[in-house]
């Protein structure tokens, strides 16, 4: 046998250093592209002002990938004490966590910007599906895919119970139900339409078919005994220890 034979990396390590490569051109490319209107903020945001970076699309774009840097230092110091604690996964739990809250909290914080007229003009709503497609634009609906597909996208990594492109459509349309309801009380000078909340859960559905080879599922999540191997019980831990597994009359006979 040859040992001067590299091992080439596990095919799930390489498709994720490339889903790594792609984010982050595709990262850089937005970047470029928003480049202009993102520097239009920075001086006000730089200075810590509220008006004119917090409660403007620009200014939470910006303090949102200024703060990834964060993000990222959080997700680390949280995957650390998961590992000092002996918890397995930790990484992908915890990058899974911070990822669900900062993707998703800056774009619930812009569709809930108040308008010109909020408090003055009443809620509007908007119930026949497709009709408010024509009007989005291809802006519109990418943003609105963008809404909760972080949430999508960590979810299953994160839970085992929402391993499941249904269960995350179901998440990402009641979590847009709530947003559009929440504008609609508010009276926040905006339409609350339905076409909203498709365009939302498809974007949710979409992102969770792209993590789906990293989903936690139960096996995944089940706890980790002494020995190292997942299981439970008397069987387990004698098939962990490489001895026969103790049969019905040999478990009474021992009690």
């Known amino acids: 046998m040859n040992h001067d034979v590299p091992l080439s990396a596990p095919p799930r390590r390489r498709g994720g250093i490339v889903l790594l490569g792609l984010a982050v051109l595709g990262l850089a490319g937005a970047l470029f592209v928003l480049r202009r209107p993102l520097m239009m903020s920075a001086p006000t945001c730089m200075a810590g002002r509220w008006h004119g970076c917090f409660d403007t699309f620009n200014g939470v774009v910006l303090m949102t990938l200024v703060l990834l840097p964060a993000a990222v230092l959080v997700a680390w110091l949280l995957a650390r004490a998961r590992r000092a604690a002996g918890v397995s996964g930790a990484w992908p739990v915890s990058l899974a966590e911070v990822g669900m809250v900062h993707g998703t909290v800056p774009f619930v914080w812009m569709i809930l910007m108040p308008g010109a007229g909020a408090g003055v003009v009443p809620g509007r709503v908007s119930l026949v599906p497709l009709r408010d497609l024509i009007t989005m634009?291809?802006?519109?609906?990418?943003?609105?895919?963008?809404?909760?597909?972080?949430?999508?996208?960590?979810?299953?990594?994160?839970?085992?119970?929402?391993?499941?492109?249904?269960?995350?459509?179901?998440?990402?349309?009641?979590?847009?139900?709530?947003?559009?309801?929440?504008?609609?009380?508010?009276?926040?000078?905006?339409?609350?339409?339905?076409?909203?909340?498709?365009?939302?859960?498809?974007?949710?559905?979409?992102?969770?078919?792209?993590?789906?080879?990293?989903?936690?599922?139960?096996?995944?999540?089940?706890?980790?005994?002494f020995s190292g191997q997942r299981g439970h019980g008397v069987g387990a831990t004698a098939a962990s220890s490489g001895g026969p597994v103790p049969t019905g009359r040999d478990r009474s006979t021992a009690a």
């Open 137 to 225: 634009g291809p802006l519109g609906i990418v943003g609105n895919l963008l809404v909760f597909a972080s949430l999508g996208f960590f979810a299953p990594m994160r839970f085992a119970a929402l391993a499941s492109v249904p269960r995350v459509l179901a998440l990402g349309a009641g979590c847009s139900v709530l947003v559009e309801t929440a504008q609609y009380v508010l009276r926040l000078d905006r339409v609350s339409s339905v076409d909203d909340v498709l365009v939302n859960a498809a974007g949710a559905a979409l992102a969770a078919l792209a993590s789906r080879r990293w989903w936690r599922t139960a096996r995944r999540s089940a706890p980790v005994g």
